[in-house]
C-alpha cells in the first residue's frame, strides 16, 4: 500500500540551531502539505504546494520557516533558528489532484521535534 | 476564522457499546468532511469521508452529516479497546484546506 515518507521520525535540537524536515508523498499526489501538531490540538497547516508552487502558506512563520518542493516530488521543511515553542510533531500529507470531489488527504508518520 | 468544534471529551464507553462523537463547523460553503483516528504518538489515519447529506456507514463506522445544522457526527458501533484514541474531525471548503478540531479522546473499556 502507498505511504507517505518522513524523516526523519524524531529529532531533537537545541534552540537557535537549523532543522530539517523531509517529505516524498504517494506516488502520483500532486498536491502536498505541511501541518504542525501541538499536543492537545489538531493539525493546522502551514504550508500547501501544488506541484512545485506554493498555494497557501498564509500560517508560515515565514522570518524562520521555509519550504520547499522544487522538482513538484518530495519537498523539505526548514526550521532556522528553531525555538522552544516549536516543539511539536511535523506531519506532511499528499493528496491525488486532479480527482473530483475527492479531497482526501493521506498523513506520514510526522516528525516529533523537540527544542531543549 | 473558520472553525471546528469537538466536545472537549473525553469520552469513555463498555467495550461493544455505541461511541457518538460529535462535531460543528462554522464555515456554511464547507464541502467535504472527514473524521481521523490518532493513536497516541502516531500520525492521523483517515477512517470516514462524507460529501452529502445523509449517513454513510463503513463496517462498524458511521458518518452523519447535516449540513443545515452544520453538523457532522461518528458513530462506532461494537466498540472494542483497539478504538481507544483520539478521534479529530476536520472540515474543507474550496480551498481544499483542512481545518481540524482539537479532537475527542475516545477510551473503550474491556
Known amino acids: 500500500e502507498a505511504e507517505v515518507a518522513q524523516s526523519p521520525r524524531y529529532k531533537i535540537t537545541e534552540k537557535s540551531q537549523a532543522v530539517a524536515f523531509w517529505c516524498d508523498p504517494i506516488s502520483g499526489h500532486a498536491t502536498l502539505y505541511w501541518y504542525r501538531q501541538i499536543l492537545g490540538q489538531g493539525p493546522e497547516l502551514l504550508v500547501q504546494f501544488q506541484d512545485e508552487s506554493v498555494v497557501d502558506d498564509s500560517q508560515l512563520p515565514k522570518d524562520r520557516f521555509s519550504a520547499e518542493r522544487l522538482k513538484g516530488v518530495d519537498s523539505t521543511l526548514k526550521i532556522q533558528p528553531a525555538e522552544l515553542g516549536d516543539s511539536a510533531m511535523y506531519l506532511c500529507?499528499?493528496?491525488?489532484?486532479?480527482?473530483?470531489?475527492?479531497?482526501?488527504?493521506?498523513f506520514g508518520p510526522g516528525t516529533r521535534l523537540t527544542v531543549t | 476564522q473558520k472553525e471546528v468544534e469537538q466536545n472537549s471529551g473525553p469520552l469513555s464507553v463498555p467495550e461493544g457499546a455505541i461511541a457518538s462523537l460529535n462535531c460543528t463547523y462554522s464555515?456554511?460553503?464547507?464541502?467535504?468532511f472527514f473524521w481521523y483516528r490518532q493513536y497516541s504518538g502516531k500520525s492521523p489515519e483517515l477512517i470516514m469521508s462524507?460529501?452529502?447529506?445523509g449517513d454513510k456507514e463503513d463496517g462498524r463506522f458511521t458518518a452523519q452529516l447535516n449540513k443545515a445544522s452544520q453538523y457532522v457526527s461518528l458513530l462506532i458501533r461494537d466498540s472494542q479497546p483497539s478504538d481507544s484514541a483520539t478521534y479529530l474531525c476536520?472540515?474543507?471548503?474550496?480551498?481544499?484546506?483542512?481545518?481540524f478540531g482539537k479532537g475527542m479522546k475516545l477510551t473503550v473499556n474491556p
Open positions: 464555515d456554511r460553503v464547507s464541502q467535504s
Open positions: 462524507i460529501y452529502s447529506n
Open positions: 500529507a499528499s493528496r491525488h489532484y486532479p480527482s473530483g470531489a475527492n479531497y482526501e488527504q493521506y
Open positions: 476536520a472540515v474543507s471548503g474550496g480551498s481544499e484546506k483542512l481545518v
